[in-house]
């Protein structure tokens, strides 16, 4: 430990210091503009608001075309996630802890669904979902997300579950458990960390979208995401409550992020570190 | 670690595979179907044969956007890679400092695209954004709207902010494999601090770091949402990337065969990738 404390010493922090600057600038821009007047925005050049107000937040929390939004975003979220984690767990179960017919093949499919671009399948999306009636509909976006949130799912669960030994399944089994008895009452709360993590990275890929929530929905379903689009390439300019709006979307991971902290890299890598 | 063949396991991966078949087979042959007929409307197809693959190879505007692609992930390789294991290498090992550390480089990994895309359209704008006006006020000529340099520019920097920290991520991961024991020896041996980085640091990274590569190969080569919002593409076609010249053609246009056939070429080539990264990713899991 000594020769690595040496090894890090002023230089390192001095990188750290400029390197998290560096990513806390353009954020703390956003945040400094959501505090301002359009006025100000455009009339005075300061690096903190002269008068912070919060007008641009009550724009949005108090006009329905805005929140709907919000609502709707979190609508396809959560159901995304929910469906997800749902049919992962039992999926990424056998691919732990068994050998079938086909099961490298239907893994590696898996990935190359996770590796799709989302632009491929935007049209033929589209298509679909409006030929069963289901376009413009919360269901439909969070089906969508399934694309790339169960592949994700099985593989971060199945990293996860690889790592607690099979002999608890076994003596579950000799004690007389059923599957479903022994899934649900030992081993789910065993992987309870591995479900969180899983969860949290299907609601952060399903959040972060945009491609395939904006060509599903037109009205009913519209995303945040795209309502701040439409917003942007109107004429008059809002950019206090562009910014708002941007702020309030980067929230819902900036409040869990300290409880996923250690297992950031394993999710992004499909549960592979 | 040898596991039970047990044909079983099938009705346990069942749900995955009816809802992954119905959200990803079903499209697909829907974009198939398309590639290989021409339609003048009405819901009337013929038969086109390998038409449109023959249109897509030989067409000039897509050729440029792959080149553009191309430029632009290896761009992004080249400074992400070495920046990501940099910011590895200095970051602390543990305490709160750590902690902190770990939670800020996370922040702009979960921030939604479009987002990302909005934070630097306004960040670099010359009238009210942070950079473009201090550039300007220090004399150098910066308008991302219509220098197509400038323009490159924001984009790199703005992919290096969004994701340089999983590079940095995964590289610390690997590092905090490391036993102390090494760095003990290493000591002992009066190693250099490059000799350390070059004989233990870097092997032990090789497994996450070609995970890091992968993973930044194939989301930069389907970058669509933060160019999208930051430039549209523009100024004319300069930053016109694979993603976004299809959906101006599935989408924008409706030119339903060429962009069928344009998405398959996209995704056999993706398909090509993922498999190299399968095989490394389990090749790699078996050695542990």
Known sequence: MAAVAESK??????????????????????????????????G?????????????????????????????????????????IAVALPAAYAFSRYRFLGDKHLFFWLLTNRMAPAAVFALPFFQLYSSIGLFDTHIAVALAHC?????????????????????IDETAYVDGYSFPRFFVRIFMPLIASGIGVAAFFCFMFSWVELLLSRTLTSVDAKPIAATMTRTVSASGLDWGVLAAAGILTIIPGALVIWFVRNYIAKGFALGRV | MD??????AWFLVMPVLALVAFSALLPLMTVVNYSLQDTFG?????????????????????????????LFSASILAIEIPLGIFIALNMPKKGVWASFCLVVMALPLLIPWNVVGTIWQVFGRVDIGLLGYTLTKLGISYNYVNDPIA???TIIVMDVWHWTSLVALLCYAGLQSIPDAYYQAAKIDQASRWKVFRYIELPKMQGVLLIAVLLRFMDSFMIYTEPFVLTGGGPGNATTFLSIDLVKM???????????????????????????????????????
């Open chain 2, 3 to 8: 596991k039970p063949v047990n044909n079983r």
């Open chain 1, 147 to 167: 694309l790339f949130n169960v592949p994700l799912a099985v593989w971060i669960l199945e990293g996860f579950m690889s790592g607690v030994p099979r002999e």
């Open chain 2, 250 to 288: 599935a989408v924008g246009q409706f030119d339903l065969g060429p962009a069928a056939a344009f998405s398959l070429i996209y995704f056999l080539v993706i398909l090509v990738i993922s498999f190299v990264f399968y095989t490394l990713m389990t090749k790699e899991g078996e050695a542990l």
């Open chain 1, 44 to 84: 005075v050049f300061s690096l903190w608001p002269q008068n912070p107000t919060l007008d641009n937040y009550r724009t949005i929390l108090t006009d329905p075309s805005w929140y709907m939004g919000y609502v709707n975003s979190l609508t396809y979220v959560v159901l995304n996630t929910a469906i997800s």
């Open chain 2, 42 to 70: 009405g819901n009337q197809f013929f038969w086109a044969g390998l038409e449109w693959f023959e249109d897509v190879v030989h067409s000039d505007r897509i050729r440029a956007a792959l080149g553009r692609q191309v």
């Open chain 2, 151 to 153: 323009a490159w520019i």
């Open chain 1, 9 to 42: 010493g002023r230089g390192a922090a001095l990188v750290m210091v400029l390197y998290l600057l560096f990513l806390m600038l353009p954020i703390y821009w956003l945040l400094n503009m959501s505090l301002k007047t359009n006025r100000e925005i455009l």
